[in-house]
């Protein structure tokens, strides 16, 4: 990557780049089409290129550090360099010790002043060929053909020279409009993604191809229209503070927000000692040396467009808890902000029980969102949950057929004013949407993983808004919530309007003990007796997936007279055996936290054993309690929990239930009996 410094009307500043051949059209001053077609740019008066050929990581740094002062005009080409070195002392010293640098000088021996419009050709790119390569365009900006076959005008490489002059300006001109034409597509194509280079020509290569030879060239001009942003996917701190990544003076991946751990020699940029990030390294490799392209964000749209919450009530079918709850969320989108885009987007917490349909509440915010003109994302931990999400939201919006993202997805490049995902795939974007609603925020993988919340930070718009969504909210967002400095709505009722189930203790050994010793307790015995009688589809939850096979044999002898099968996160054929369970086919599933969520099964009855076990938290006793009493037609259902000792998770797990029972029962959003 080139880097210099240039002054224009008094003003310094530095530039990195692409491709110097539009840097040296665009300080000429000269005038662009495409979108931006009454910019005219002020002529610079110099150019100090400091270096043609810097690491990336290098350059970007650089550029992010320069202070300008009234006593640079004087400067000489041995002042910049060593100004220069001094700003990258720290990477020069290490890449020595690496074994890596080249001669006395090095990186900045070919540091050169310019003066503007005498020096002209300081690029080194030829007027025509160095910009946008050997192609000609149209007057609406589509490639036609090659500068060395356009017989028409007569242009011929050994003749360009010998133009008159107003034919060299009229082509240049044309070059010119051309190129703001292809960085008009280019920036539209990257609105609100955060690409690494090869993601970029990938999508050039599916949807701009006119593109795919000349990218650089118009990708190097929307970044001089203050369009797009081109960084290092990992950077430094003092890069990285202009950023926003405000933390402790170490590198940082600019993907995902993690310190990058691994260093190698590249061939890519030359370098002994080239970081990389390991935490991201699925998504492809995130180096310091690795370019980063991000559109620039725009402002978020304020959801003031949308209809009333009554009428959305309506259209959209809710119960008069969710109705209040989506009126809430409707007020809190409509509000002007109360606090400094810096700090982040504003949240709204919507705290809405098992089973309370919160897929259907979001949808008036979606349509909110939608008739601002904004564009809103819905992200989840599971695959599973985009994958049951994405039919119902393509129902609900046929004009606005979702994108739905997830690893191996077809729809990876495609663009929606609507985008359903998993939320690793959020490092992809950066402040794309206006309305981010995160689910289940409170599950695996998401939480407690700071690389997953950095990426959902990233994505909303400055200005934006985000809505979290959980049953089970983290204790912080609860305090956050019961304080008044979290905004939020609870939906203390399932949709058909019954009480949730609150469980029942039955003591019993450990399951460890039950297994070694050939029997379980004569209680639990009785109770799952009780639910096979009433023809009930039994979940039976284990903290261990080493006790699933142990406890299938148990179970089979006890009650050959059913179908009993075990699953958890290892078993090649759980999305089966669950298919299997919703039907009838299988009465008894014995499982692990894996279904905790997500799986809705009519007339069900939850037992959980070892509930005291320390990897059942009270998140997970509500949740797995939660599958229970979902159906209208048996919306009592049962759960049991089986312990030894009677654990604060568990205490704390019935004390939500019967909270949120007590405000539905105040609230009068109870049935009665």
């Given at each position: 990557?080139?880097?210099?410094?240039?002054e224009?009307?008094?003003?310094?500043?530095?530039?990195?780049?692409?491709?110097?051949?539009?840097?040296?059209?665009?300080?000429?001053?000269?005038?662009?089409?495409?979108q931006?077609?009454?910019?005219?740019?002020?002529?610079?008066?110099?150019?100090?290129?400091?270096?043609?050929?810097?690491?990336?990581?290098?350059?970007?740094?650089?550029?992010?550090?320069c202070?300008?002062?009234?006593?640079?005009?004087?400067?000489?080409?041995a002042?910049?360099?060593?100004?220069?070195?001094v700003?990258?002392?720290?990477?020069?010293?290490?890449?020595?010790?690496?074994?890596?640098?080249?001669?006395?000088?090095?990186?900045?021996?070919?540091?050169?002043?310019?003066?503007l419009?005498?020096?002209?050709?300081?690029?080194?790119?030829?007027?025509?060929?160095?910009?946008?390569?050997?192609?000609?365009?149209?007057?609406?900006?589509?490639?036609?053909?090659?500068?060395?076959?356009?017989?028409?005008?007569?242009?011929q490489?050994?003749?360009?020279?010998?133009?008159r002059?107003?034919?060299?300006?009229?082509?240049?001109?044309?070059?010119?409009?051309?190129?703001?034409?292809?960085?008009?597509?280019?920036?539209?194509?990257?609105?609100?993604?955060?690409?690494?280079?090869?993601?970029a020509?990938?999508?050039?290569?599916?949807?701009?191809?006119?593109?795919?030879?000349?990218?650089?060239?118009?990708?190097?001009l929307?970044?001089?229209?203050?369009?797009?942003?081109?960084?290092?996917?990992?950077?430094?701190?003092?890069?990285a503070?202009?950023?926003?990544?405000?933390?402790?003076?170490?590198?940082?991946?600019l993907?995902?927000?993690?310190?990058?751990?691994?260093?190698?020699?590249?061939?890519?940029?030359?370098?002994?000692?080239?970081?990389?990030?390991?935490?991201?390294?699925?998504?492809?490799?995130?180096?310091?040396?690795?370019?980063?392209?991000?559109?620039?964000?725009?402002?978020?749209?304020?959801?003031?467009?949308g209809?009333?919450?009554?009428?959305?009530?309506?259209?959209w079918g809710?119960?008069?808890?969710?109705?209040?709850?989506?009126?809430?969320?409707?007020?809190?989108?409509?509000?002007?902000?109360?606090?400094?885009?810096?700090?982040?987007?504003?949240?709204?917490?919507?705290?809405?029980?098992?089973?309370?349909?919160?897929?259907?509440?979001?949808?008036?915010l979606?349509?909110?969102?939608?008739?601002?003109?904004?564009?809103?994302?819905?992200?989840?931990?599971?695959?599973?949950?985009?994958?049951?999400?994405?039919?119902?939201?393509?129902?609900?919006?046929?004009a606005?057929?979702?994108?739905?993202?997830?690893?191996?997805?077809e729809?990876?490049?495609?663009?929606?004013?609507?985008t359903?995902?998993?939320?690793?795939?959020?490092?992809?974007?950066?402040?794309?949407?206006?309305?981010?609603?995160?689910?289940?925020?409170?599950?695996?993988?998401y939480?407690?993983?700071?690389?997953?919340?950095?990426?959902?930070?990233?994505?909303?718009?400055?200005?934006?808004?985000?809505?979290?969504?959980?049953?089970?909210?983290?204790?912080?967002?609860?305090?956050?919530?019961?304080?008044?400095?979290l905004?939020?709505?609870?939906?203390?009722?399932?949709?058909?309007?019954?009480?949730l189930?609150?469980?029942?203790?039955?003591?019993?050994?450990?399951?460890?003990?039950?297994?070694?010793?050939?029997?379980?307790?004569?209680?639990?015995?009785?109770?799952?007796?009780?639910s096979?009688?009433?023809?009930?589809?039994?979940?039976?939850?284990?903290?261990?997936?080493?006790?699933?096979?142990?406890?299938?044999?148990?179970?089979?002898?006890?009650?050959?007279?059913?179908?009993?099968?075990?699953?958890?996160?290892?078993?090649?054929?759980?999305?089966?055996?669950?298919?299997?369970?919703?039907?009838?086919?299988?009465?008894?599933?014995?499982?692990?936290?894996?279904?905790?969520?997500?799986?809705?099964?009519?007339?069900?009855?939850?037992?959980?054993?070892?509930?005291?076990?320390?990897?059942?938290?009270?998140?997970?006793?509500?949740?797995?309690?939660?599958?229970?009493?979902?159906?209208?037609?048996?919306?009592?259902?049962?759960?049991?929990?089986?312990s030894?000792?009677?654990?604060?998770?568990?205490?704390?797990?019935?004390?939500?239930?019967?909270?949120?029972?007590?405000?539905a029962?105040?609230q009068?959003?109870?049935?009665?009996?």
């Amino acid at each position: 990557m080139a880097v210099y410094v240039v002054e224009q009307g008094g003003e310094w500043q530095a530039r990195i780049s692409l491709n110097l051949g539009v840097d040296e059209l665009w300080w000429a001053g000269e005038g662009w089409g495409g979108q931006l077609e009454a910019q005219e740019n002020q002529a610079a008066d110099r150019v100090v290129l400091l270096s043609r050929s810097l690491p990336l990581g290098w350059a970007v740094k650089l550029a992010a550090a320069c202070q300008f002062t009234d006593q640079m005009r004087r400067w000489d080409e041995a002042a910049w360099r060593k100004s220069a070195a001094v700003l990258l002392k720290a990477e020069i010293r290490a890449e020595r010790a690496a074994g890596g640098g080249r001669g006395e000088g090095w990186p900045f021996e070919e540091a050169k002043v310019y003066r503007l419009p005498e020096d002209r050709g300081w690029s080194r790119y030829g007027r025509l060929e160095g910009v946008w390569g050997n192609e000609q365009a149209d007057g609406q900006g589509n490639v036609r053909e090659n500068w060395q076959e356009n017989e028409q005008v007569g242009v011929q490489a050994s003749t360009r020279t010998k133009l008159r002059r107003n034919e060299q300006e009229s082509l240049r001109r044309r070059e010119m409009e051309v190129l703001a034409a292809g960085a008009d597509r280019l920036v539209a194509a990257l609105d609100g993604r955060s690409l690494l280079q090869g993601e970029a020509e990938a999508l050039v290569a599916e949807q701009l191809p006119e593109l795919a030879e000349h990218w650089r060239a118009a990708a190097q001009l929307a970044y001089l229209q203050g369009r797009l942003r081109l960084t290092a996917a990992v950077l430094g701190p003092a890069g990285a503070a202009r950023l926003g990544l405000r933390r402790r003076e170490v590198p940082r991946c600019l993907r995902c927000g993690s310190v990058p751990t691994g260093r190698t020699a590249c061939a890519a940029c030359g370098l002994a000692g080239c970081a990389y990030c390991e935490a991201c390294l699925a998504l492809g490799r995130s180096r310091a040396c690795a370019l980063l392209l991000r559109s620039a964000p725009l402002p978020a749209v304020r959801c003031t467009a949308g209809v009333s919450p009554t009428v959305a009530a309506r259209r959209w079918g809710l119960s008069a808890a969710q109705a209040a709850a989506a009126a809430a969320a409707l007020g809190f989108l409509a509000e002007p902000r109360k606090r400094s885009a810096a700090r982040g987007p504003e949240r709204f917490l919507l705290w809405a029980v098992t089973g309370a349909g919160k897929t259907e509440m979001i949808f008036p915010l979606l349509e909110a969102a939608l008739a601002a003109g904004g564009r809103a994302l819905i992200a989840t931990p599971r695959r599973d949950v985009v994958l049951e999400l994405a039919p119902r939201l393509a129902r609900a919006f046929p004009a606005d057929v979702p994108a739905v993202l997830y690893g191996g997805s077809e729809d990876r490049l495609r663009r929606s004013r609507i985008t359903l995902a998993t939320t690793h795939q959020l490092l992809r974007f950066h402040q794309a949407f206006d309305l981010v609603i995160i689910d289940e925020i409170d599950a695996f993988p998401y939480h407690n993983d700071p690389m997953l919340d950095y990426a959902a930070r990233q994505v909303c718009k400055p200005g934006g808004r985000f809505i979290l969504l959980s049953a089970t909210p983290p204790a912080e967002l609860q305090r956050l919530a019961r304080s008044g400095r979290l905004p939020h709505a609870r939906v203390p009722i399932r949709f058909h309007g019954h009480p949730l189930p609150v469980p029942r203790h039955i003591r019993m050994p450990p399951l460890h003990r039950c297994l070694k010793q050939g029997r379980i307790p004569a209680g639990l015995r009785s109770a799952l007796q009780r639910s096979i009688d009433r023809k009930a589809q039994i979940f039976l939850f284990v903290s261990r997936i080493a006790h699933i096979e142990g406890l299938l044999q148990l179970l089979r002898r006890m009650f050959p007279e059913i179908s009993i099968e075990g699953t958890s996160s290892q078993d090649p054929g759980r999305a089966e055996k669950v298919l299997k369970f919703r039907d009838g086919t299988i009465s008894l599933l014995v499982t692990t936290t894996i279904l905790e969520r997500g799986v809705t099964v009519p007339h069900s009855d939850v037992f959980i054993l070892d509930a005291d076990s320390g990897l059942f938290d009270e998140a997970a006793l509500v949740q797995m309690a939660g599958r229970a009493g979902r159906s209208k037609d048996d919306p009592a259902g049962n759960v049991i929990f089986a312990s030894t000792e009677w654990s604060r998770s568990q205490r704390a797990a019935i004390s939500q239930i019967r909270s949120m029972n007590a405000i539905a029962r105040r609230q009068g959003y109870l049935k009665s009996k």
